[in-house]
């Protein structure tokens, strides 16, 4: 009889459980590993599964690294000690062409590009062609990082979240209400924004199938304003939902918001 797959919410249980990364190290991408082989167990039980990086595992699988080992990690897996961020750079492909939700953007290559910013806080830049390189920020509840990306390099804090997984060519983060804050893919060169959500410069921000939305929040006190940041604009054409886009050649412009405080802001991430 075939071997069946580790059930979906024991695997999330195992990865909240381990940090998201492997638990000696904290890197990911990461394996599931029995610390009691399943041959021997016959089964997909929650304590007995942890996640290890490749480079772990082959340890653990060569016997150069003992089980008794891994059971002392698993009862205090790296990133669940408090201070640690998991990490990992991935190795990128040629990319061409950005996607935010239902906007396409064929943006300049080899150029850095900012596609907007907030009170000049940039939320995410890129740098398309040969060598791709990506820059982004999520903050948590307490207005502090939770998760960056810094010229590819993902550094998150795991008590954060409830989930991360990279699958494939998918990044896939949920955070707090079990909302998605970041959906990634990257197919054949195109990088496809699905969700992104986060408040930057007490301005919710959200990114979803619909479009980029900056919801209005109660008791505002201020106004802000978006600009696109780049002064060579000549090959950016975007595409989306009418009255946010003013020029196909180069201008997103938007209504002027509100500020509320960060506490709103962060609220109004859960409406949407
Ligand atoms: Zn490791």
């Not at 942890?50 to 060569?62: D, I, K, R, S």
Request: positive net charge; charged residues 20%; glycine residues 6%.
């Amino acid at each position: 009889m075939s071997r069946p797959a580790i059930p979906e919410d024991i695997k999330r249980r195992v990865r909240q459980h381990c940090g998201y990364g492997c638990i000696i190290c904290g890197k990911m991408p990461t394996e599931y590993e029995h610390v009691t082989p399943y041959a021997k167990c016959q089964a997909h039980d929650f304590e007995n599964i942890v996640l290890l990086c490749p480079w772990h595992h082959t340890e653990v699988t060569a016997g150069r690294l003992y089980k008794r080992e891994v059971e002392t990690w698993r009862a205090n897996p790296y990133l669940r000690q408090q201070q640690n961020s998991g990490f990992y750079e991935p190795l990128l492909s040629p990319m061409f062409k950005v996607v935010f939700g239902n906007c396409g953007v064929a943006i300049p290559v080899d150029r850095k590009f900012n596609l907007f910013n907030i009170n000049g806080y940039v939320p995410f830049s890129f740098l398309l062609g040969s060598k791709p390189k990506f820059n982004l920020d999520i903050f948590g509840r307490d207005g502090k990082l939770a998760l960056s990306i810094i010229e590819n390099v993902i550094e998150f804090r795991a008590h954060f979240f409830w989930d991360i997984t990279l699958t494939g060519t998918k990044f896939k983060v949920v955070g707090p209400n079990r909302k998605v804050f970041l959906d990634i893919s990257i197919t054949d060169g195109i990088v496809n924004f699905k969700t992104f959500r986060s408040v930057i410069s007490n301005v919710p921000v959200i990114i979803n199938k619909n479009g980029i939305h900056l919801p209005n929040t109660k008791n505002s006190t201020s106004q802000m304003g978006f600009a696109i940041e780049s002064e060579e604009l000549d090959n950016l054409f975007v595409t989306g939902e009418p009255g946010w886009v003013r020029s196909q050649k180069s201008l997103m412009s938007f209504d002027w918001l509100p500020s509320p405080s960060y506490a709103e802001a962060w609220n109004a991430l859960f409406n949407v």
